[in-house]
Nanobody, 115 residues
Framework: QVQLVESGGGVVQAGDSLRLSCAASGHTFGSKATGWYRQAPGKEREMVAS???????DYADSVKGRFTISRNNARKTVYLQMNLLAPDDTAVYYC?????????WGQGTQVTVSS
């Protein structure tokens, strides 16, 4: 079955970096876009970054210049490099794919940034 497994979260200080990974399985990886979303306590889930099958990336304004999304089709993995982390980046980060009209989400990975 379709699986998305996130990893790489943790507790860091403001200004630090983290790299999140989303490993996909159970479907054809290379032809679909992938998105990273996050949800902070008491807030709605929001899109952070997305990348198309051809590698075109898009970012939320709040992370432009600090986050970079990339993909390795051979490893069926999408990455989110997060630099200059700030307390406002604290959230659970989720990987998302839409396959044939169905939304698939990973279980999420917690990122906590202390000031």
């Amino acid at each position: 079955q379709v699986q998305l497994v996130e990893s790489g979260g943790g507790v860091v200080q403001a200004g630090d970096s983290l790299r999140l990974s989303c490993a996909a399985s159970g479907h054809t990886f290379g032809s679909k876009a992938t998105g990273w979303y996050r949800q902070a306590p008491g807030k709605e889930r929001e899109m952070v970054a997305s990348i198309t099958s051809s590698g075109r990336a898009d970012y939320a304004d709040s992370v432009k210049g600090r986050f970079t999304i990339s993909r390795n089709n051979a490893r069926k993995t999408v990455y989110l490099q997060m630099n200059l982390l700030a307390p406002d980046d604290t959230a659970v980060y989720y990987c998302h794919r839409n396959l044939e009209g169905r939304d698939f989400w990973g279980q999420g990975t917690q990122v906590t940034v202390s000031s």
